[in-house]
């Protein structure tokens, strides 16, 4: 069974189309793969068969072109990325090759091969990808849904959800929330159990702090300064210096390609860091992988480590409160939403990166949706599973902004109308977000048969 693909106006895709032929071909290709026309079935360039089973969702930022799909080749089934390049040689010169964040593509699909019939097409960790190559011929100018490039499918469970009542779909999310708190409370337990409650939460804040791109290098990072025995024993200054040198940020390279300016607070972390370099100084293969072109601005890791430094500099202030008392007040949460929201640095503050011009206006370390993270998956947690806060404390935890995880939930789950409508007054909270992207994870993205052998929708339908 085929399922209706969801339409989504978009300006600003429709803008780039117009400016760019080379552009508005690729989006026009896209939108055609995307929507089947092109088949199911291919042969890959090495003679192997190709079967889409589940085209995936159509990704509106950095990274793959589709993301979450599943391919069989030659009857073995993979889960991955899938990318798509006009040329078959937009995989090298577009910088894939050594992008993390195109290590889980299976399958490279392109139009043109050189003249003398030499690409590459691997990983960053030298994984050679499956390539399709699509006849140009099929080309036949804009398709007639270029203005509306989909993003999710419809599922089966839109049918059976769309009978459930708003108090039914609360329950229903609200289940799957308290499992998702209970698992994170389970891996920082684990975590606490080997190291100690503060390396956990650091850990954990760390990892928040890397959001999507960023994750594990930020988790790793915070790995490597115990917060018992160097964190603990150093002021501001030392822990900032010892976090942006295991990062590798304080390389020649980057005082080298530094402004005036720049090149002042790098050498105020160099005059720290040289005395711990032998000690904690990684070589270049164990270094933090970063994704720094992988967010906006704002986001790049630069900032996010300046802030986890600010964090562990301030770490007694911020969370030893909350690991000293057996009962927090119902709100405890909201002040540690202004302590976080008014951290400010005289140079982060004020740039993007350690490259970057600065801007006239001050700018938040942490923004609300990073620190409502920060909140809901890692303290919370670990503050109800030692009885210190409840469940109703953490259901008063506003929503974040829709973010493309939670967006393409809503569209699968409910469709467009529902998605605007009915289910806006259940997914206002934390809580509620979360559960949804819990059913999400648990089933559409565990599903790789496009929804036909998912067993969600009989299970609702029963327990309805």
């Known amino acids: 069974m ?87 040689t937009g995989w090298e010169s577009h910088g894939h090759s050594t992008n993390p964040s195109f290590g889980g593509v299976v399958l490279h699909v392109h139009l043109h091969r050189p003249a003398d019939g030499t690409w590459f097409t691997r990983t960053a960790d030298h994984r050679q990808v499956t390539q399709v190559e699509l006849d140009p011929s099929l080309a036949d100018g804009r398709p007639p849904w270029w203005g509306r490039l989909p993003e999710a499918r419809l599922g089966r469970c839109a049918a059976p959800l769309r009978d459930f009542s708003t108090e039914r779909l609360n329950t229903l999310l609200s289940s799957a929330a308290q499992y998702r708190l209970q698992r994170k409370a389970e891996r920082w337990g684990a975590l606490a159990r080997s190291h100690s409650t503060s390396q ?143 951290l400010e640095h005289p140079f982060w503050s004020y740039h993007y990166t350690l490259r970057s011009t600065p801007t006239r206006k001050s700018m938040a370390l942490l923004g609300s949706d990073r620190i409502l993270d920060l909140l809901g998956n890692v303290l919370f947690p670990h503050l109800i599973q030692e009885g210190a806060t409840t469940w109703e404390s953490y259901t008063d935890l506003p929503g974040t902004t829709e973010s493309g995880s939670l967006r393409r939930a809503l569209l699968r789950l409910f469709g467009p109308d529902l998605a605007a409508n009915k289910i806006r007054s259940t997914t206002g909270k934390y809580y509620q977000q979360q559960g949804l992207l819990q059913v999400f994870q648990d089933f559409c993205l565990r599903d790789h048969s496009e929804c036909e052998e998912c067993p969600f929708p009989e299970q609702l339908r029963q327990w309805s």
Not at 18 to 23: A, L, V
Not at 57 to 86: C, K, Q, S, Y
Not at 236 to 247: H, M, S, Y
Not at 260 to 279: C, M, N, Q, S
Request: net charge neutral; with cysteine.
């Open 200 to 342: 956990a939460l650091f850990c954990g804040c760390a990892e928040a702090l890397g959001y999507r791109h960023n994750k594990l290098p930020m988790f790793s990072l915070a790995q490597r300064l115990p917060v018992d025995t160097v964190l603990s024993r150093h002021p501001a200054p030392i822990i900032e210096a010892l976090c942006f040198g295991i990062a590798g940020y304080l390389e020649a390279e980057h005082f080298d390609r530094s402004k005036a300016e720049t090149r002042g607070y790098l050498k105020d972390l160099w005059d720290h860091w040289w005395k711990f370099r032998i000690v904690h100084e990684l070589t270049e293969g164990r270094r933090p992988p970063w994704n720094p072109g992988a967010g906006r601005p704002a986001n790049h890791p630069q900032r996010r480590l300046a802030a986890l430094a600010l964090l562990a500099g301030q770490w007694r202030g911020f969370m030893n409160p909350l690991m000293t008392q057996t009962s927090l007040g119902k709100g405890w949460w909201r002040e540690f939403q202004r302590q976080c929201a008014g």
């Open 2 to 88: 085929v399922f209706p693909v969801l339409p989504r106006s978009q300006v600003a895709e429709r803008d780039r189309w117009e400016e760019s032929s080379g552009r508005s071909d690729e989006l026009a290709w896209q939108a055609r793969w995307f929507s089947g026309e092109l088949g199911r079935q291919f042969t890959s360039t090495d003679g192997r068969s190709v079967e889409i089973v589940q085209f995936g969702h159509w990704n509106r930022g950095a990274g793959p072109d589709f993301t979450e799909a599943a391919v069989r080749i030659d009857g073995t089934l993979m889960t991955g990325d899938i990318e798509m390049d006009l040329e078959a």
